[in-house]
């Protein structure tokens, strides 16, 4: 239970501190998911040597800068594709991906359902605050409909993706969603994926309270924190039968599982194979 | 499965089922109460369609649009020849059923003293949000109370593990059917009747997963009725709620702060504020009891939580 | 692994192979074990034989979603310390630009195989062209340095691509193989096997705290930090400072920027390849790389059988180009002819070193090769000083 080792966690041990303060602006949710990450990564013993975190561009790309262990800060969208690659190269190494919502689901999009289809051992993390902030705040494929944006003066009139929905019919072996705003359950949810064999995606619910939150007077990070409880549907309730009263609510907790075989031990397992056949091909 | 049967159950010796017949004209009072999601609502229904159907008067009232915020889902069933007042009384339930252990024990002023029959299922939903850590010392916000000491104040109680035995059975969703088998005991109709009653609410895939449930939770009652008390372990092993063991201090990384605010308006208690230099401060260290809420919600990683110990009386360093 | 632990290094000396063939094998050869690519003619062979021959060797082959992910799964290999490779053609080549520029950036090793085939666009899959000269040199955005080898025959994609590797590990740099549909899939009779030493790339040792992992002297090579030794570095493509995060300070950036723009500067000798025939004497230079070269060396023979004195400069390493080479080779020489098949991107390269008055080009676009006597007659013309 993520709960009762809270005492014994200090963030700051998986952090470079010579680094901080970061660069997110005052309130900035994504704070509070690379707490989560480091604190379910604190739970799991992750040793910081063998732990490989990349990241893409944006906001949620920088936070790698952040954590003390081997991080890669690599191009828009193609976090996944290089942790592809760095995953099945070196299947010792714990491989994190953190990614944005524009980052995994816009110029990423292709990479993150065949990285879901291909099940390799990657855990990934989408930071979802509806906007790409760090260009100064237009639409994302998250935008919740007639939101304001730069890009969208008006009001955001095109539908917005449900991430976690996608990335299990691509067939992630795990996907789960939880909001900033309860930081154990979050960690739980990331603990969980990281256990997972196979692909992991979580996507968070994120606030750009100085972005976003201000276009759309959404208040205050305090009031934007509170704001997701009404947003989101504990896991606890997913299944109720009032659904009058929550149809407009996103479900929490652990969406998706299954069991899919596991790509990288998969592929050794058919090298194998080629192997054994070529050395018998040799004796001949 | 047995050895938690033996451990849970808190029934007293000898057999002391509480009977509508012996009741004569007054009506059966049920008490149904869980979380949202659990299945409350068919439980419900199921028993008032029985009794309609042996021809009592049936009256059932409920509130569930709660369970949306997190709050609590509960349904008043009373039958009888003849029923005026839809909702039950405190005091007056003659059976608490309850699917969730916190919403039980919210619920027990509701049963009758000395005679009420309570039935609670052991399984534990922390509210999100309302589980933080308010106390120090406290592992989370949640009832304390052991099925050991709930058997003090109720005539005659069951805690049963029915979320774990639905789920042995393949379907944790079956809980409420086992607690429904487990209800059966307690009131006199036929079995079939009763079996008919789930067949009408469940599901026609899950009918063969409830009917076992309905069965298990039956047979583990009359089983727990044959046995002596013994001894008592908690539910789950708990952290004994004491008193200040240590003082809350906050450590606070001033360079890193950024004066978000979140945690001055989010803390439970208010006792954080910003200082002139916009930086958060421990404005009241008697109220905070160390929850942590601000440590988690700070964006910027400055706030960190301690306890200091507090050397008691007497004792040298 | 060296090549002389390869299963594929025992292998009978003599064999019949195509290009993308050879090239699959120096990979295996120089140590490459990990391979991203995604289909695409005229390079796919090269992808289908590493399929088969890296588990062999205990190495990766993936078939990634797209040309992006491919050149993206590469450097996340050889970030993690594995030699990488991925293959493509000019379609393909234009969409892993992006990715391309981020191993020059934060310096990557990895190799890129290019075969080049008719353009613009999907042009002509299955011709040969030589019109991806200057995309190979300046593809990506912002200044970067890069090197670009182009074999002209099967042999040399072997041996090419197993100096690709040393020199991508040895410069921390991306280094690019380019060469034509027309020696990608011609089958010729080679001797391989004759395992060439390949460099090893030079890893940080020493106390983490010193570790800088970007600080290195001009023209020298940072270290690189392997995932798993300790150093916990961070790599960006953001402009970084010696400590390897992001800096926009200008003297920082400047320092940093400048040694990376300047690395191959000082070892241009050793990067630099080429072959010189017959200049010497040459009163006409021939200037030509891939299947243009092979025919400008039959093309030389028969002008030297007519009493021509007409030369073959042929560069082996494009980028950064020979460029004291080649103004030794045309010192004597009273005009220079560029046979491409394109419509002057290697001509323009040799006006910029020679000056544009004898330097003449020959272009095919039509998706076939340039006939030795289509170049006999032009180097004659030239000879005769006739335009």
């Known amino acids: ?284 | 499965m047995n050895g938690r049967r033996a451990t849970h159950s808190t029934a007293a010796p000898g057999p002391v089922p509480a009977a509508p017949a012996a009741k004569a004209r007054e009506p059966m009072n049920v008490l149904i109460v869980g979380v949202g999601g659990q299945g409350v609502i068919m439980v419900s229904k199921a028993l008032a369609w029985l009794a309609q159907s042996k021809g009592f008067e049936v009256k059932q009232s409920e509130v569930h649009g709660m369970a949306k915020r997190g709050g609590t889902v509960f349904s008043h069933v009373r039958f009888g020849p003849q029923v005026w007042s839809p909702t039950i009384a405190m005091g007056e339930a003659d059976i608490l059923i309850a699917l969730e252990w916190a919403e039980g024990m919210r619920w027990l002023p509701y049963l009758r003293p000395e005679s009420g029959v309570f039935l609670c299922d052991t399984k534990r939903i922390v509210p999100p949000f309302a589980c933080l850590n308010r106390h120090p010392g406290a592992p989370m916000r949640y009832s304390r109370e052991t099925p050991a000491e709930i058997r003090e104040h109720v005539g005659e109680g069951y805690a049963i593990a029915a979320t774990e035995i639905a789920e042995a059975l393949g379907n944790e969703r079956a809980a409420n059917v086992v607690l429904l088998g487990a209800l059966s005991t307690a009131l006199d109709f036929p079995i079939a009747d009763w079996e008919a009653a789930v067949a009408q609410f469940v599901p026609k895939k899950t009918l063969t997963v409830n009917l076992e449930a309905f069965r298990s939770g039956r047979d583990w009652i009359e089983q727990a009725r044959l046995m002596t008390p013994v001894a008592e372990a908690p539910v789950e092993a708990q952290q004994p709620l004491t008193n200040a063991p240590g003082k809350v201090r906050l450590e606070i990384t001033e360079e890193w702060c950024k004066s978000c605010d979140i945690c001055v308006k989010l803390c439970p208690e208010r006792c954080l504020r910003l200082n002139a230099d916009r930086i958060v401060e421990l404005a009241d260290a008697e109220t905070c009891t160390g929850c942590r809420l601000c440590e988690w919600l700070c964006p910027d990683f400055a706030i960190r939580v301690h306890f200091d110990e507090v050397a008691l009386e007497g004792s040298r360093s | 692994m060296n090549a002389a632990d390869s299963p594929l290094a025992a292998r009978p000396a003599v064999q019949l192979v195509s290009g993308n063939h050879a090239c699959a094998l120096g990979a295996v050869a120089a140590g490459c074990r990990f391979f991203a690519g995604y289909p695409i003619t005229p390079s796919s062979e090269i992808a289908e034989r590493l399929s088969r021959a890296l588990p062999e060797v205990d190495g990766v082959f993936v078939q990634m979603e797209d040309e992006l992910a491919s050149m993206a799964a590469v450097i996340g290999a050889s970030m993690g310390g594995v030699k990488a490779m991925t293959a493509t053609s000019g379609p393909g080549f234009s969409l892993k630009q992006e990715n391309l520029g981020y191993a020059a950036g934060a310096e990557i090793p990895c190799v890129i195989v290019n075969v080049m085939r008719g353009g613009p666009s999907t042009g002509m899959p299955t011709r040969p062209s030589q019109a991806d000269i200057m995309q190979s040199r300046w593809g990506s955005h912002g200044d970067y340095p890069i090197i670009v080898l182009t074999p002209a025959s099967v042999r040399e994609i072997y041996t090419e691509t197993i100096r690709a590797f040393a020199l991508a590990e040895k410069f921390r740099t991306p280094v690019i193989l380019l060469y034509d549909q027309a020696i990608a899939q011609l089958t010729e009779t080679v001797q391989l096997g004759d395992g060439m030493p390949c460099a090893e790339r030079l890893w940080a040792s020493g106390a983490r705290e010193a570790y800088r992992p970007y600080a290195a002297a001009p023209g020298a090579v940072p270290a690189m930090a392997r995932p798993g030794d300790g150093y916990r570095s961070h790599t960006t493509g953001l402009n970084h400072a010696e400590d390897g995060f992001p800096t926009q300070h200008p003297e920082t950036v400047e320092r940093n920027l400048g040694r990376l723009l300047t690395k191959l500067d000082s070892h241009l000798e050793e990067i630099a390849s080429w072959e010189c025939i017959d200049c010497e004497d040459a009163d006409v230079l021939i200037v030509a790389i891939g299947i243009s070269a092979r025919a400008s060396r039959r093309a030389l023979e028969q002008c030297r059988s007519r009493g021509l004195r007409v030369g073959l400069f042929r560069p082996l390493t494009l980028w950064p180009f020979p460029e004291n080479a080649l103004q030794a080779a045309a010192a004597h020489a009273r005009s220079v002819l560029v046979p491409e098949l394109n419509t002057g991107q290697l001509r323009l390269e040799v006006e910029r070193l020679l000056g544009r008055d004898r330097v003449a080009g020959l272009h095919r676009i039509d998706g076939e090769p340039i006939a030795p006597e289509q170049i006999a007659a032009r180097a004659e013309s030239l000879a005769k000083g006739t335009p």
Not at chain 1, 147 to 162: A, C, I, K, Q
Not at chain 1, 166 to 192: D, N, Q, S
């Open chain 1, 1 to 284: 239970m993520i709960v009762d080792s809270a005492p014994a966690f200090d963030v700051r041990e998986y952090l470079r501190k010579e680094m901080m303060p970061h660069f997110l602006c005052p309130g900035c949710g994504h704070g509070i998911a690379l707490r989560a990450l480091l604190w379910a990564l604190h739970e799991l013993k992750v040793d910081k040597d063998k732990l490989a975190v990349v990241s893409g561009i944006g906001c949620a790309g920088r936070l790698s800068a952040y954590i003390d262990a081997s991080t890669f800060h690599v191009t828009h969208g193609r976090p996944l594709a290089y942790a592809t690659g760095l995953a099945l190269a070196r299947p010792d190494l714990r491989v994190v991906v953190i990614s944005g919502d524009g980052d995994c689901l816009a110029i990423g999009g292709n990479h993150l359902i065949h990285a879901c289809r291909r099940n390799l051992k990657i855990t990934c993390l989408m930071l979802n605050n509806e906007v790409y902030g760090m260009t100064g705040g237009q639409v994302s494929p998250t935008t919740s409909e007639m939101r304001v944006t730069t890009t969208t003066p008006l009001g955001n009139s095109e539908p917005h993706f449900d991430a976690c929905a996608l990335a299990a019919a691509a067939g992630a072996g795990f996907v789960g969603r939880e909001g900033t705003r309860h930081v154990p359950k979050l960690a739980e949810l990331m603990l969980a994926g990281l256990e997972h064999p196979g692909f992991s995606f979580i996507e968070v619910l994120s606030d750009c309270t100085e972005i976003f939150g201000r276009k759309n007077e959404m208040g205050s990070s305090s009031e934007m924190i509170l704001r997701q409880k009404s947003e989101l549907r504990p896991e606890a309730y997913r299944d109720t039968v009032d659904t009058p009263f929550r149809a407009n609510e996103l479900p929490t907790g652990v969406l998706a599982k299954n069991a899919r075989p596991e790509y990288g031990a998969a592929y050794r397992k058919a090298a194998a194979a080629i192997k054994a056949a070529a050395a018998k091909k040799g004796r001949k």
